[in-house]
């Protein structure tokens, strides 16, 4: 561990690319994966992630931003790179200089793409996304192929896929994803009869990966959540096959003795009720461990789970460390990971913190170090 950094975030790679292999495990063969690695990788580390995911056979990877995807780019990530939230128009020329695969949901934005192409002399990689029921993003289902028909032929424009978004697959009592899935079905079906040629067709995320396999993958799928070893919603097929590729450690930096009575923290939310010992460990919400956690967590210290106490601060948290024989100062702390036969999951803490897994993941800060490892 850095000994200037308050914490680490331990990214093992083999996890990442043995949850691809999951995902692979639950789609047909010629279907292509690409994994999604906006906001850092989930928090993850983009470039390291993209690196791994092309490495074991990814087609291409998702970003949310052309600033995202330029990042990859000037990084040397060289295969696809897809946006995927249509970019404000002054950013359309930056996407195509980098080579970016734009995703467009009206038909002005493909009219300022095909100025930008004749002024760059470089074709503009666009999908069309399709909206089958998500009410955000996207060209409505049921004339989409008009839509579609544009992109096909309007000149510096080359149309590489069509796409779509679920917006409850990770809802197993819901059959609003079969819907979805019925109208997206429905503009492939138009555009076929058409003669329409739109690339790939995606839109399968890790719920519908999951929870359809084959039936929501269409041409391609893109994977976000499972990639990183976290069940998309609870009991979910394969669950168990998936590997939480981040663990979050930190140590101790001092043990306090209290007295019966003494308030802890902030707002002097939590009193002790008896004489307690206490470790002091180095991070708070400012790091992204949530304030909801105040009172409500643990951290795990030699394989024991040990309650956070009081308040959640901006650096710095308090654990009820009285049932372990001895604590000292470096002791590792682990905050989401595996200590000897306990766990702490990403779930967990989102549960706890009455949040989803993704907000606890994107919400880790920069002051936590990130470290590699296989394995």
Known sequence: MNRLAPSRAVIDLSAYT??????????????????????????????????????????????????????????????????????????????????????????????????????????????????????????????????????????????????????AADDPLSTFTDRQLANFSRVINALKTRKVP?????????????????????????????????????DCPRKDQLRPALRWETRVVCVKDLPQGAPVGYGCTYVTPRAMRTAIIPVGYADGYPLALSNRSDVLIRGTRCKVLGRVS??????????????EVGEQVTLIGQDGDEEITVSEIAKRAGTIPYEILTGIGNRVERVYTRG
């Open 314 to 327: 901006m650096d710095q948290i308090v654990a009820d460390v009285t049932a372990l024989k001895t604590v």
């Open 18 to 167: 043995s949850n691809l292999n999951v995902v692979r495990a639950c789609i047909p063969p010629s279907c292509r994966i690409m994994p999604v690695v906006k906001a850092d990788a989930y928090g993850h580390g983009a470039v390291a992630l993209a690196q791994s995911a092309t490495a074991a056979g990814a087609y291409g990877v998702a970003v949310a931003t052309v600033a995202e995807g330029i990042a990859l780019r000037e990084a040397g990530i060289t295969c696809p790179i897809l946006v995927l939230v249509q970019p404000l128009l002054e950013a359309l020329e930056a996407a195509v200089v980098y080579t970016l695969e734009v995703m467009i949901s009206d038909p002005e934005a493909l009219d300022s793409l095909a100025q930008i192409a004749a002024r760059v002399g470089k074709k503009v990689l666009v999908h069309c996304k399709i909206d089958t029921g998500m009410g955000r993003q996207g060209y409505p289902w049921e004339t989409a192929h008009l839509f579609v028909h544009k992109a096909a032929t309007v000149h510096g424009i080359e149309l590489v896929g069509i796409a779509t978004h679920f917006a």
């Open 198 to 234: 739109y690339g790939v067709a995606h839109a399968g995320n890790s719920a519908a990966i999951l929870r359809y396999g084959a039936a929501a993958s269409f041409d391609m799928v893109r994977p976000g959540l499972m990639t990183y070893g976290v069940p998309p919603y609870e």
